[in-house]
């Protein structure tokens, strides 16, 4: 298969094309500063200015990670994250690059078509996670009463501030998702050790501190907040996709309880709502006395569900008195 038939994106320039192919990894970034994936030298360029990200669908997403002067797909800035189609033109400062995935259609068939040679199986291991789903509170509201471009730059940095956090405490971001993240923690088949907990529970107050951080530094029409859902048990990983381009990713009722509970945070007025086995481990640090107890009804789920919640005020008290949290 030539290089032009996978997917990359297509610069012009005065010397000719540059192919910029979209392999080898799931998550390539762009900007002036060199450790970027793809290195642009354009002074209207930011020096951390977007990230392509593919998912296991084999769509691709791309995220203003902030810029000064924006990303813009078609003519239009991009403020959330927003799905590329094969031949869409995207500009970066005065940069334009053209966006192709010629094999897309075929990828999709191909995820159904068990014998063929391209087919890789998909989620083939059971392993112990835990799933971490945030998400900014009230962004419809936001969106309405904030400048696009003004929006563009929060959620950027919210989100390149975020996966920072994240990568530093033994994760990464798997999904950015609109207005949330979602990310993933193996654990060993023994268990969830008490340092690997720890880690969550800092990342969750690092992401709220960012956040805090974030919204001052703006003017905004009411204070940036998130809300968090994690949940801990076992779920099916594993390459999924085509040969071409494999995804390692977590499916199944872990993953699917974490978003619900994410979600339930508004209805039990809390920031932070755990599953029974992640409030398991919690309890192992001595975290029980952060955490009540609540009976819920989770969408799609048709019995209730016992979860713990939290705010992160009694959160950052736990880790205070474990000697764990940063100073602001």
Known sequence: MTLQANPHLLLRTESGNRYLPLSGSNCWTVGRNDDNNFV??????????????????????????????????????????????????????????????PTAGRRLDRIH????????????????????????????????????????????????????????????????IGDAIMA??????????????????????????ATDLLSSRYPLPFPLRVGAGINTGYAMVGNSGSSDRSDYTALGDTVNAAFRLESCTKEIGKDIAVGETTYKYLT???????????????????????????NYTDLNAFLKSKGRVLDS
């Not at 642009?40 to 902030?66: C, K, P, V």
């Not at 696009?148 to 950015?176: C, M, P, Q």
């Not at 023994?190 to 709220?208: F, K, N, P, Y």
């Open 40 to 101: 642009l030298t354009d002074r209207w360029i930011s020096r951390n200015h977007a990230m392509l990200q593919q998912m296991e669908t084999g769509e691709f997403y791309l995220i203003d990670l902030g810029s000064r002067n924006g990303s813009f797909v078609n003519g239009r800035r991009v403020s959330i994250p927003v799905t590329l189609r094969n031949g869409d033109r995207i500009i970066f400062g005065q940069t334009e690059l053209d966006f192709h995935n």
């Open 113 to 176: 078509d068990t014998d063929s040679e391209d087919f890789t199986a998909t989620l083939t291991v059971r392993s112990l996670i835990s799933v971490m789903v945030m998400d900014i509170r009230d962004f419809t509201v936001l969106t309405r009463q904030l400048d696009e471009t003004l929006l563009s730059e929060v959620i950027g940095n919210w989100f390149r501030k975020a996966g920072h956090i994240i990568r530093e405490h033994g994760s990464w971001v798997d999904k950015y």
């Open 184 to 209: 993933v923690w193996f654990h060993k088949p023994d268990g969830v050790s008490s340092e690997e907990m720890m880690r969550i529970c800092q990342a969750l107050s690092e992401l709220h501190k």
């Open 284 to 310: 192992q640090l001595g975290a029980q006395e952060a955490f009540e107890q609540h009976i819920v009804t989770l969408k799609g789920y048709d019995t209730p569900s016992v979860t713990y919640g939290s």
